[in-house]
T-cell receptor, first 115, second 113 residues
């Protein structure tokens, strides 16, 4: 089992460019999440998905879009990157998000710099 | 609010005990978690505690929960250099389509040899 994988690992963009971050999980998990991690702020939820074909907004969704066309993949898109989106992005998945025990499994992260 | 608070930094000597503290906000959180993030890696679940417990011990790890004060702590006995990492506590926020995890700011544990 590879668990949760993310591509790319690193990326540098210029302001206004677009890109897509790919997350894949091989654990047959229903729920998937995108977080961003910034110094001194912990992890903040951007968007999440409760199943194939569904997405929902998290705490900081502005400037991002997501898609979950296949159960195992969750894509995070930046249509017009801004320097404020410089961050480390983590994808996570969980078997269920409705039970009170909700262990999330994390990918290794993507470090994005927007110049 | 939904802020989960932790101190940002803790430095200990190898062999000493480390205590990382966390204050959470939602008294209805059923499970509380500790995640570990090693340099350049994602978060990994270290341990968790169910809200009807005051203490949970797992080898060198001891989790203490004070529900009245909404205070959670993680004690690492005989701290090793391999324990150097960022430690996040997380509480469960109920409601909506999924029960969300609210993470603290993270505590960087530096273990000096």
């Amino acid at each position: 089992n590879a668990g949760v994988t993310q591509t790319p690992k690193f990326r540098v963009l210029k302001t206004g460019q677009s890109m897509t971050l790919l997350c894949a999980q091989d654990m047959n998990h229903e729920y998937m999440y995108w977080y961003r991690q910034d110094p001194g702020m912990g992890l903040r939820l951007i968007h999440y998905s409760v199943g194939e074909g569904t997405t929902a907004k998290g705490e900081v969704p502005d400037g991002y879009n997501v898609s979950r066309l296949k159960k195992q993949n969750f894509l995070l898109g930046l249509e017009s990157a801004a320097p404020s989106q410089t961050s480390v992005y983590f994808c996570a998945s969980s078997r269920s998000g409705r039970s009170s025990y909700n262990e999330q499994f994390f990918g290794p992260g993507t470090r994005l710099t927007v110049l | 609010g939904e802020d989960v608070e932790q101190s940002l930094f803790l430095s200990v000597r190898e062999g000493d005990s480390s205590v990382i503290n966390c204050t959470y906000t939602d008294s209805s959180s059923t499970y509380l978690y500790w995640y570990k993030q090693e340099p350049g890696a994602g978060l990994q679940l270290l341990t968790y505690i169910f809200s009807n417990m005051d203490m949970k011990q797992d080898q060198r790890l001891t989790v203490l929960l004070n529900k009245k004060d909404k205070h959670l702590s993680l004690r690492i006995a005989d701290t090793q250099t391999g324990d150097s990492a960022i430690y996040f506590c997380a509480e469960t926020l109920y409601g909506g389509a999924t029960n969300k995890l609210i993470f603290g700011t993270g505590t960087l544990l530096a273990v000096q040899p």
